[in-house]
C-alpha cells in the first residue's frame, strides 16, 4: 500500500519495513520545490509531477544555482501553461557557498523557448532562505523540504534560521549515490559535488534528511517513446516539453533521460517506490565532495535509497504527467493551439 511521506517520516528506520497506510495520511504533504530547474530536463518533469500529484500541496518553488532569472522564466512558463501562478516562485543562490567553486551552466537553458506570454510574472521580494524559513514556521511540523538541485538555499536557511530544525518536518533530497559503506566505496553527485560546503550543512543540521541517490536514478529512464507521446498530444504544454526534452537529449548525446528528480518527488509520499536505510555520512570536502556513509542506527537523521522499484514509479510517474501534459487536448481555454 503507498504510504505518504508525511507517515514515513515519523518511522525512522522502521520505514525499511511494511508500513501501513492510516487515516491521519490523508491531508496531502505540504512541500517546497527547491531547484535548479532548465538545465537537465527532469527538474522540469519533477515540477510537473510534483504539481500533478494530490498527494502534495506545493506551497512554493525556490531557485538555485546559475542564472535564476533564466530559471524563473521556465519555472513561470510551465506554471502558467498548468494554470497554477498562484504558486510563489522565489530566487535562492546563484553561486555555491565557496565562491572559488565555479557555477554549472550548460548554456541551452531557455533557449528556443518564447517567454513573451510571462512577462508580468516576477519572483517574490524575499529571498529562497528566507521564503523557505517564513513557511515552515506558517507550517511547522508540516513541511516537507524537497531539493532537486544543489542544496545552496538550504544551507542558507539552515544558517541564517536557527530555529528552522524545529520547524522543518524534513528534507527529501535528489543527492549523492550509495555503493556501500565505508570510504572505499565512496562516489560522486552532481548536486553535492557542485557545492559540497552546502551539502555538509545540510547533511550534519539534524534536520530529518532522505536521499534518493543515482544507485536508485539511474535506473529510470523517460525513453524516445515517452517522449513521441508527449509530441503527439499537440498542446503548448507538450510542445514545450518535447522541446525542452530534444533539447537535453542532444546536450547529454542520449536516447533517453533519467528522472533523477522525479524519483525524489514520488519518493516523499509512495513509500513503495524506493527503500531507505539510516546512515551516517562523511562528507569530504577536499576531494569534490564525495560523500562516504556508515551504518546507522535508530538515533539516524539521515536516510539513503538502497533499492528502487522502477515498475511503481513508472505506474505512479508517467499516467500523471500524460494526463497533465494531454487532456487539454481540444480544449477552447488558451492552452491548446
Excluded at 555503493?179 to 559535488?193: K, L, M, P, S
Excluded at 499516467?319 to 481555454?333: L, W, Y
Aim: with cysteine; proline share 4%; charged share 25%.
Amino acid at each position: 500500500m503507498n504510504v505518504s511521506f508525511d507517515c514515513v517520516i515519523n518511522t525512522g528506520v522502521d520505514q525499511v519495513k511494511d508500513v501501513k497506510q492510516s487515516d491521519e495520511c490523508i491531508e496531502p504533504l505540504d512541500v517546497i520545490i527547491d531547484t535548479d530547474i532548465g538545465t537537465d530536463v527532469d527538474d522540469a518533469y519533477a515540477l510537473l509531477f510534483s504539481l500533478s500529484s494530490p498527494e502534495l500541496r506545493v506551497r512554493g518553488v525556490t531557485l538555485v544555482h546559475g542564472n535564476l532569472d533564466t530559471r524563473s522564466k521556465i519555472t513561470f512558463k510551465i506554471l502558467k501553461l498548468l494554470r497554477r501562478l498562484d504558486v510563489p516562485v522565489a530566487k535562492g543562490w546563484e553561486n555555491p557557498l565557496n565562491d572559488a567553486r565555479s557555477v554549472c551552466w550548460s548554456g541551452h537553458e531557455g533557449v528556443g523557448i518564447d517567454f513573451s506570454d510571462i512577462t508580468d510574472c516576477s519572483t517574490l521580494s524575499e529571498d529562497a532562505a528566507n521564503f523557505i524559513a517564513r513557511v515552515a514556521e506558517e507550517n511547522s511540523g508540516k513541511l516537507v523540504l524537497i531539493t532537486i538541485g544543489p542544496m545552496t538555499n538550504a544551507a542558507v536557511a539552515i544558517q541564517r534560521f536557527p530555529n528552522l530544525k524545529r520547524h522543518l518536518k524534513g528534507i527529501v533530497a535528489m543527492a549523492s549515490v550509495f555503493n556501500g559503506f565505508g570510504r572505499d566505496r565512496a562516489g560522486v553527485e552532481h548536486n553535492i559535488a557542485v557545492d559540497p560546503e552546502a551539502a555538509k550543512v545540510v547533511l550534519e543540521s539534524g534536520i530529518p534528511l532522505y536521499l534518493v541517490g543515482l544507485n536508485v536514478t539511474l535506473k529510470t529512464s523517460l525513453t524516445r517513446e515517452h517522449l513521441e507521446k508527449i509530441r503527439s498530444a499537440d498542446t503548448n504544454l507538450s510542445r514545450l516539453f518535447a522541446h525542452m526534452t530534444e533539447q537535453w537529449l542532444a546536450v547529454c548525446k542520449r536516447e533517453y533521460a533519467i528522472m533523477h528528480d522525479p524519483l525524489a518527488v514520488a519518493a516523499a509520499f509512495d513509500q513503495n517506490v524506493v527503500r531507505f536505510i539510516p546512515v551516517r555520512p562523511d562528507v569530504s570536502l577536499d576531494t569534490a565532495g564525495i560523500v562516504s556513509y556508515y551504518p546507522g542506527d535508530d538515533d539516524s537523521r539521515v536516510m539513503i535509497a538502497d533499492r528502487v522499484n522502477v515498475e511503481q514509479f513508472n505506474l505512479v510517474f508517467f499516467p500523471r504527467i500524460m494526463s497533465a501534459i494531454c487532456h487539454k487536448k481540444g480544449c477552447s481555454d488558451g492552452l491548446c493551439a
